[in-house]
């Protein structure tokens, strides 16, 4: 992996496989030097490639065996666990882009829960650090650490002590207070396999007489998989390739391929510069959006409300103040 950014430097040391701040004050000079050392998590490197193992098989499963209604099944759940991050995890719960009635609430707890990301209090934890902390230590999946780091490289290691230390003044008593985030966590690894794994694998055997060998190799891992690498993309690929039309002091960028999957989530230059959007992007220019759009038909229906955005006035100021210059507005001002 990528070493580390900031003004710490990364020195293997086997006796101590913590972090180490030596802060030393000298009358001239102030020596600030660190010791980090990266301490892998052999479970999850053994699990994670035991997933990819079993998906690669999943595929071979989807082009010899597997019936066709299987494999469009899998996609729809994948888009449904991800409508869980999206709409629930991601724009409902870390940020409060907006307010969702008890219905809609169900909904995206058992969508999140189908996406296996752990359970919703732990993802906003990371989140509100990523987005508090951008692209320093304190950040989880910090991009500077590289594309694999920031893709699923932190998921394989310990936790960066500025990740633990900083993330102490991060306030989730909003979701302490949230009945259906307390009950998932209580009971998250009872339901999340059974949400997870256990349902989409019987459903194709029992409804459509599908092989269970198909039906967990393709509608339970391979799906989860996907779920997974697309959602990675908005931390890699999104922090990493495209353009900043509105703030080019920072890392994340819009990424047209990272919407189309990740369900309009690849807006992701706007969405650091504007994070309460229940939006997460301009949807004027950028109709790319299916989490918007999912989030709009809820409000029609009651089960969402007080959607926050940002006006075009603010955002054409940003823009002008902040911006790359590519951002259609900006031509059309001049
Ligand atoms: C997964 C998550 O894949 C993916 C999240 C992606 C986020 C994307 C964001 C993009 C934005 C937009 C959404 C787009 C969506 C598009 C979807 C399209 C499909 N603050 O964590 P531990 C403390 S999960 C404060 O174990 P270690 C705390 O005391 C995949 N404190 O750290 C904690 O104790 P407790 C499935 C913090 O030991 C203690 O440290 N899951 C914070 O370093 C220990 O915490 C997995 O694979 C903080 N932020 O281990 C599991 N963090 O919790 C993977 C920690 O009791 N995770 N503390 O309070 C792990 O195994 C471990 O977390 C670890 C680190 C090995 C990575
Ligand atoms: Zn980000
Ligand atoms: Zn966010």
Redesign the pocket.
Known sequence: MAPNNSNCSEVLNEDNLEFEHQNELKPELEIKSSKYKMRL?WR?II??LTLHLASVYGIYLIFTSAKLITTIYAIFL?QA??FG??AG??RLWTHRAYKAKWPLKLLLIICDTL????AVI??A???R??HKFSETDAD??NAKRGFFFCHMG??????HPE??E???S?DLSDLSADPFIRFQKRYYLILMPLVCFVLPTLIPWYFWNESLLNSWFVASLWRYTV??H???L??SVAHLWGARPYDKTINPVENLFVSL???G?GWHNY?HTFPWDYK?AEIGHWRINVTTHLINFFAKIGWAYDLKTVSDDMIQKRVLRTGDGTHPFVSNYH
């Open positions: 998590v999850n699990l994670f994948y666990g991800a991050i999206t995890a991601h996406a296996f990301q752990d732990d993802w934890r990371d989140h650090m990523h989880p999946h932190w998921l394989l290691c310990r936790k990740v633990k900083k993330g102490k991060i779920t997974l697309v959602t990675w908005v931390n999957f990740a369900l989530e969405h997460a």
